[in-house]
């Protein structure tokens, strides 16, 4: 069984910066891509970045450089530091861990509950 727990969510001003973290624990043999999505209000979830077992990583348009996605694979863990924040990026921010739990199953999706951020203007 994984688990996915993300913490250092909060409220924050405008313009000010959060660091979000997540560990994936349990077991299983690998994980693939780790990830950041959100879902603002009244919103479907979106996708904020993403980070391969390599290192490379992707990011939504509208991150425009403010966010930073990092990983440890020794410590399965999964860093978001966000910068300049706006009130456009309150939502729940939700990990996500592409995870293949053993041999002979398939790699599937493990999410954690999600951390509240709010910024205010």
């Known amino acids: 069984q994984v688990e996915v727990v993300e913490s250092g969510g909060g409220m924050v001003q405008a313009g000010g910066s959060l660091r979000l973290s997540c560990a994936a624990s349990g077991r299983f043999l690998t994980i693939f891509d780790m990830g950041w999505y959100r879902q603002p209000p009244g919103q479907q979830r979106e996708l904020v970045a993403t980070i391969g077992i390599d290192g490379r990583t992707h990011y939504a348009d509208f991150v425009r450089g403010r966010f930073t996605i990092s990983r440890d694979n020794f410590d399965n863990t999964v860093a978001l530091q966000m910068n300049s924040l706006e009130p456009d990026d309150t939502a729940i921010y939700y990990c996500?861990?592409?995870?293949?739990?053993?041999?002979?199953?398939?790699?599937?999706?493990?999410w954690g509950q999600g951390t509240q951020v709010t910024v205010s203007s």
């Open positions: 996500n861990a592409n995870v293949k739990p053993t041999l002979g199953v398939r790699r599937a999706d493990y």
